[in-house]
């Protein structure tokens, strides 16, 4: 486990890597090197930007503060092995994520939150609690350009609908399964989005590492989304998001179903995510002029022909790019472009004559 940019209560000594405990010693006296290999699966083709951080509670004795990276269960021992943030980490590793970054957070959120504020590469930050607190901290991700989601775990269907209510927030899904581990299905369906590929999210399978109990009605199921909550079930053996929605439900004060879809705001974070790191990539050095301008619009036009190649936007217009007339050192790239939209129903009209 590596802890950046805080201090903490441990000694130095105990900040160093530990040996994971599942390494046992050789059985054979012989001089010798001898290898322990560890297989678990990996969360492949996930695109750059594509970590996930867990702020939740942490055990008693732990007082640590600041973000830590998370490569084995030794690593995420160290918050206490009985402890709520222990098992969602748990839940990410075992499904491939790695690393975790993880925030303990205690009576107040906010803290744990703004150490995971300057992190670039998180897409989706999970919590057991914490509302207002994460729905300001992936506002304030999204002003600085570190554009990410935020889920929440709720178990009750009552709470979920109100925390949801409050929320009203395009980046914040509220997670409901009816069940007393919630917090690992959420961590489950961040593993599983982190691996998902461009399209549909409804009917995700979660990698839930963990016995399931949740259980919710078709009347919970259907009360719950249409409040803006995501429901899980067990469908066959396995454990499915029914269908991956946020909390937004007004836009400027207006109902507005447009952001309701979280594949839609994933679609856009990540065409916008594209773009910025192509061009970032290009920046020093670069003067203001014709030639330069063109030249990141082609650039641009890649990385849009790429995103729809993917699936992810529909159609795009070449890119616009001039100097800002108000600043020479300011280039401005003009983009316009459609999101492919998620299908979640299919209706057959049938006309039959007999």
């Known amino acids: 486990m590596r802890t950046r940019r805080a201090k903490d209560s441990l000694t130095s000594s105990s900040r160093q890597r530990k040996c994971d405990p599942m390494i046992k010693r050789p059985d054979s006296m012989r001089p010798g090197v001898f290898i322990h290999t560890s297989v ?40 206490g092995t ?13 499904a491939g994520v790695v690393p975790v970054y993880a925030a303990a957070a205690g009576e107040d959120y906010a803290a744990a939150l703004a150490a995971l504020e300057t992190e670039e590469n998180l897409f989706a930050v999970v919590c057991d609690g914490g509302a207002e607190a994460l729905c300001a901290h992936v506002d ?19 709470a979920a ?33 982190a691996a998902a590929n461009a399209g549909s999210l409804s009917g995700l399978v979660v990698p839930l590492d963990i016995p399931f109990d949740g259980g919710l009605t078709a009347a919970e199921t259907e009360e719950l989304l249409r409040a803006g909550v995501t429901p899980f079930e067990r469908c066959g053996g396995e454990v499915r998001c029914v269908r991956a929605v946020t909390t937004s439900r007004t836009v400027n004060g207006l109902p507005d179903s447009t952001f ?7 679609a856009v974070d990540e065409v916008v995510g594209a773009v910025r790191r192509a061009v970032r990539a290009r920046l020093r050095g670069l003067k203001n002029n014709a030639v330069t301008r063109e030249s990141i619009a082609s650039q ?12 992810v936007i529909d159609s795009y217009r070449p890119p616009r790019v001039a100097a800002h007339p108000d600043d020479a050192s300011v280039c401005v790239a003009t983009l316009s472009l459609r999101v492919a939209p998620e299908i979640n129903q299919i209706v057959i ?5 007999v």
Do not use: H, K
């Open 40 to 79: 678990r699966p990996y969360a492949g083709g996930c695109p750059a930007g594509r970590g996930v951080a867990v702020a939740a509670r942490a055990g008693a004795g732990y007082s640590g503060t600041g973000v830590a990276e998370l490569y084995t269960l030794a690593d995420a021992a160290a918050f």
């Open 82 to 94: 009985e402890s709520v943030l222990y098992g969602m980490a748990q839940t990410l590793l075992a």
């Open 140 to 158: 304030a991700c999204c002003a600085a350009g570190r554009e990410r989601v935020g889920l929440l775990a709720v178990s009750g269907t009552e």
């Open 161 to 193: 609908r109100e925390t949801a209510a409050a929320a009203d927030n395009r980046r914040v899904a509220v997670l409901c399964d009816g069940g007393t581990n919630t917090t690992r299905t959420a961590a489950a369906f961040a593993a599983a989005l």
């Open 260 to 266: 309701s879809a979280l594949s839609t705001v994933l």
């Open 300 to 311: 641009i036009t890649v990385e849009l022909e790429r995103e729809r190649a993917l699936g």
């Open 349 to 353: 009209a049938a006309d039959i004559v």
